[in-house]
């Protein structure tokens, strides 16, 4: 089955950075495109980052020069370099995947920016 685990969450500055990682399994990772969504105190999940089997990204205008989506196939890796972090990237991170019609999700990782 398709599990998907993040890693990397915590307390961080304002500025600082954070590298956020999602294992996966359970399904051919590199040919399947994967997300970064995250999801803020009574605020709606929103997209990061994306990225195809074939390396190509997007990313939410918010985060563009700040955030990298990345991914490593020989260890069914997708990373997510935050740099310069701001209060309002304040979230829990989830990593995910579409296969066959459905979307899974991970369990999401904590990310706190705060002085």
Do not use: H
Request: hydrophobic share 30%.
């Amino acid at each position: 089955q398709v599990q998907l685990v993040e890693s990397g969450g915590g307390l961080v500055q304002p500025g600082g950075s954070l590298r956020l990682s999602c294992a996966a399994s359970g399904f051919i990772f590199s040919i399947y495109a994967m997300g970064w969504y995250r999801q803020a105190p009574g605020k709606q999940r929103e997209l990061v980052a994306g990225i195809t089997g074939g390396d190509r990204t997007n990313y939410a205008d918010s985060v563009k020069g700040r955030f990298t989506i990345s991914r490593d196939n020989a260890k069914n890796t997708v990373y997510l370099q935050m740099n310069s972090l701001k209060p309002d990237d304040t979230a829990v991170y989830y990593c995910t995947v579409r296969r066959a019609g459905n979307d899974y999700w991970g369990q999401g990782t904590q990310v706190t920016v705060s002085s």
